[in-house]
């Protein structure tokens, strides 16, 4: 005889309840070895949620119990047929079938019945709940399930704010000035290496625009050299400063000596803002140079996880630990998701475009390793490996050459004024001719000894920045 399907469930139930005392005694075990009064009361809200869970168990048992029947059911006789007058027709030949539909009826009717009534009763609730289901619902509801809603009712939302990037007042009068003319200068061969060097520096400026600027600029330099030429040229700023004097020698010799000055001024400035881009270039080179080593490490291990190359460099922008790098990988990433170019495309316009000669290496030999279908995890290996080598000669480089400028310091500030104070003081006692008295002579090596120092810690400042 096959067991019901309500018998096979009810089993079930019961394996979930001997699951739940279990977990409410190891819960227990673990209380003895608890200290804090918070993981105490995590532990007990969730043996009061077991208890709630076995309560739910406990209730489907009778419906179970009424719903098996382990008698096999008889023929009626015709003694038993005194329920006739309730159902209703003749059961002098009433079969086992018929008793089977009269207990089916009998049996299921009332569970349907009941479970119409959970389902209207169910949609009240959820259309409109009373004041006393309110309450009765937040006395069910644990202390710390309070602060759980209560963390999250209060916590703020992230609001993004889009910010729209207009050039300044000074780019727009640039371009309305010289926008034709830079247009031509643009096309030139003398500015293919400052556009591609206006990429590399990340400056955001079209080839165009930074034209512009720097025809304007020169232009207001010329005018400012103007002025300097007028103004030397009727007046002279003596060793009396700061007391200016009318200059006596001839117009010819005053403008011969002052003329330089109309050239010199916006020429310099041309020169300077086209060397500028360059030198932004460098500075980034050098501070992705020095977080590449250590960035490819943290690639390896990411592609080791098997994800998708692309999502390498999404998972690189999050750590937040690699500023000079970010403008390289955010531009990746504009370029397969804005643009839709394929990852190797972009790759090879990064590399093409990179500040960096090593980082530009990384992004060839990363995308040669995509289209061969190499192992990415032992490439980035591989490549960790020789950027560490590389580091760490160039920090040895630099520990040689500050051991070179400490000498040199030692020499030259320390050392060497020291030597010529004595001369000049035997010199004094001498008689050969110094005619500076000692407070002089102490006043002029002080001087020169803190030019120095300012100038080398300057120097050093500088040193340390680049590299």
Not at 124 to 141: A, M, T, V, Y
Not at 224 to 238: A, D, E, S, T
Not at 266 to 290: C, Q
Not at 348 to 361: F, G, I, Q, T, V
Request: aromatic share 10%; proline share 3%; no cysteine.
């Amino acid at each position: 005889m096959t067991l019901p399907n309500d018998f096979s469930s009810m089993k079930e139930d019961i394996k979930t309840q001997k699951k739940i005392v279990k977990e409410i005694n190891s819960i227990f075990k673990d209380m003895k070895n608890l200290k804090d009064k918070t993981e105490k009361t995590m532990a007990l809200s969730q043996v009061e949620e077991l208890k709630k869970s076995l309560k739910l168990v406990n209730q489907k048992f009778p419906v179970h119990l009424n719903n098996i029947n382990f008698v096999q059911p008889l023929k009626l006789s015709k003694v038993d047929l005194g329920i006739s007058s309730k159902i209703g027709g003749d059961f002098s030949e009433f079969d086992e079938a018929q008793f089977n539909k009269i207990k089916d009826l009998n049996n299921i009717t009332p569970v349907k019945l009941e479970e119409e009534k959970q389902k209207v009763t169910l949609k009240s609730r959820q259309n409109k709940l009373s004041r006393g289901d309110l309450k009765k619902l937040h006395e069910g509801i644990t202390d710390l399930e309070k602060a759980s809603l209560k963390n999250l009712l209060n916590k703020k939302k992230d609001v993004v704010v889009k910010m729209e990037k207009t050039p300044s007042k000074y780019v727009k009068f640039a371009n309305s000035l010289f926008v034709k003319r830079a247009k031509v200068m643009e096309k030139n061969d003398f500015f293919k290496t400052l556009k591609l060097d206006l990429i590399r520096a990340n400056l955001e400026f079209l080839p165009m625009s930074y034209i512009s600027v720097m025809l304007l600029t020169t232009m207001i330099a010329f005018f400012i050299g103007i002025f300097l030429f007028v103004f030397f040229l009727f007046f002279n700023i003596g060793p009396e400063l700061p007391i200016i004097t009318l200059m006596n020698s001839s117009i010819l010799d005053r403008f011969i000596k002052t003329f330089w000055i109309i050239f010199a001024a916006p020429i310099g400035t041309f020169l300077l803002m086209y060397v500028y881009p360059s030198l932004e270039k460098s500075s980034i080179e050098t501070g992705i140079n020095r977080e590449l080593p250590f960035a490819t490490i943290h690639m390896s291990a990411i592609a080791g996880s098997m994800v998708d190359p692309s999502k390498i460099f999404q998972i690189m922008l999050t750590t937040k630990n690699y500023p000079f790098l970010e403008k390289e990988f955010t531009k990746i990433i504009n370029e397969v998701n804005v643009y839709g170019h394929d990852l190797v495309s972009a790759l090879r316009n990064a590399a093409y475009h990179s500040p960096s000669a090593k980082l530009s290496e990384l992004f060839n030999g990363l995308a040669t390793t995509i289209t061969s279908g190499g192992d990415l995890t032992k490439f980035f290996e591989k490549r960790s490996q020789t950027l560490l080598f590389d580091y760490r000669l160039d920090r040895e480089k630099q520990t040689k050459s500050a051991e070179t400028f400490m000498d040199i310091y030692i020499s030259v500030v320390i050392a060497a004024p020291m030597i010529l104070m004595l001369l000049l003081m035997m010199m004094k006692i001498s008689g050969l001719g110094v005619s500076l008295s000692t407070s002089m002579i102490t006043l002029i090596m002080v001087l020169g000894v803190s030019v120095v120092n300012v100038g080398f810690l300057t120097f050093l400042h500088l040193k340390q920045s680049n590299e």
